[in-house]
């Protein structure tokens, strides 16, 4: 009887720590209106994610259904004219690391990238990455621009507003660009510049080389208004 006892008593303890478990597992899925939650990497939310430029909200796709848990959709976002506008804006940011001879076509070794900078991002900010990420675009594209007019020999430049698909184009690969700078022959790993990088777009500083760009582009265009 008292074997019978003890075995009862430990199927019962094994069972409660079962049961501890699955009420844990069920703990980190946070669920709203019946469905999970879409996190960033399991971690960052979408949910507070603002766009503060108005012309810009159609073309930064971070809401809805763009909001991914991994920034690798294998989607064909080439095939069709402003297809790659619903492309994750996470995801661009990812396929812009992907140039020049070692970094092309290693798109898992690209989002690793990011996701370490997402990281050092919330560690220096304490601020969603994600936001951090959304307001470096928006501070980074140039909204004016200038063109070759004219033909023969004849050419002059004539200033051009620029539409607001190619501002959030321009302002991914200025940033892409100024991190591979940044980390060329230098201690601080890519992620560590792209993260710096990013900030200081999103603050509007000048030690972004996305922002000294934007504004250089823009006075060159003021002048040959």
């Excluded at 303890?13 to 399991?42: P, Q, R, T």
């Excluded at 920034?71 to 506008?85: M, N």
């Excluded at 898992?108 to 997402?118: C, D, G, P």
């Amino acid at each position: 009887v008292a074997e019978e006892a003890l075995l009862d008593s430990a199927e019962e303890e094994v069972l409660e720590e079962i049961e501890d478990e699955l009420e844990e597992e069920e703990d980190e899925f946070v669920v709203v209106g019946g469905v999970a939650e879409i996190k960033l990497f399991g971690k960052w939310s979408y949910d507070d994610i603002e766009v503060r430029d108005i012309s810009l909200v159609d073309y930064i796709a971070c809401k809805g259904d763009h909001a991914v848990y991994l920034p690798h959709t294998a989607g064909r976002y080439q095939k069709k004219r402003f297809r790659k506008a619903s492309c994750p804006i996470i995801e661009r940011l990812v396929c812009c690391l992907m140039r020049k001879g070692n970094n092309a076509g290693k798109k898992l070794q690209a989002v690793r990238i990011v996701q370490y900078t997402l990281e050092i991002i919330h560690l220096l900010t304490d601020q969603n990455p994600i936001q951090v990420v959304v307001d470096a675009i928006i501070n980074s594209g140039p909204r004016e621009d200038s063109t070759r007019v004219g033909g023969a020999g004849v050419v002059r430049r004539q200033a051009v507003d620029m539409s607001p698909f190619r501002r959030v184009n321009y302002a991914l690969y200025l940033l892409a660009t100024g991190a591979r700078e940044a980390s060329f022959r230098n201690l601080k790993t890519i992620a560590e510049c792209l993260a710096e990088e990013l900030i200081n777009a999103a603050r509007g500083s000048s030690n972004s080389y996305a922002i000294k760009k934007k504004d250089e582009i823009e006075r060159v265009s003021k002048s040959n208004r």
